[in-house]
């Protein structure tokens, strides 16, 4: 099996989530990568697409909401996000199996998912769910990941290859 991760962060909590996920899937066949530097055509090789982002404004992130963060003391802005990302992407050409996951603050607990929206973007593109969309916990705007939730990325990203136990 052949995996993407492709993430966006701005204090890096998501981007630990995803390489927690990228262990579970197995690290020798997946690739991690940034959304300013994915690319819009997978390679062909590709079985397995994970997306992950934070959640702002109850959604995925905006040049708005990304410049907000900033005033909030966030240090790398990413030029694009994953939205941006999904919007630049091609229809796959074959079965792509997705999943989606997004980091999100413990308190309060608020509605609205990245990880949501994002799936529903990428099964209209034409790709097909492999789990439901998942959020992991972070304190705060800025971190850090909330206990636990970098052993349940990587629970996550084993059942996502098929290897861990079910839940
Ligand atoms: C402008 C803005 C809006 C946000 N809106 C939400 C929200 O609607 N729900 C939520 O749970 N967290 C929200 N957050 C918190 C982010 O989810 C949190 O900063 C993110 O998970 C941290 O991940 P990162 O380090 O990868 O950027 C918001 C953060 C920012 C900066």
Do not use: C
């Amino acid at each position: 099996m052949h995996a993407v991760v492709v993430f966006e962060t701005l204090w890096g909590n998501t981007e630990q989530i995803a390489r927690e996920i990228a262990e579970g899937i197995g690290v020798e066949s997946t690739e991690v990568v940034d959304a300013v530097s994915a690319p819009a055509d997978l390679e062909s090789s590709v079985d397995l697409l994970v997306v992950g982002g934070p959640t702002h404004a109850f959604s995925m992130s905006s040049e708005k909401t990304r410049e907000s963060a900033k005033q909030q003391g966030a240090q790398n802005i990413p030029l694009r996000g994953i939205r941006e990302w999904i919007t630049s992407l091609s229809s796959p050409r074959r079965d792509i199996a997705v999943a989606t996951f997004d980091t999100r603050v413990t308190t309060p607990r608020l509605p609205g998912s990245a990880a949501k929206k994002a799936m529903k973007r990428l099964v209209a593109l034409g790709f097909r769910p492999a789990a439901k969309p998942e959020s992991f916990g972070v304190h705060g705007y800025s971190g850090p990941v909330a206990d636990g939730e970098l052993e349940r990325a990587r629970r996550w990203g084993e059942q996502l290859a098929g290897n861990g136990a079910p839940r």
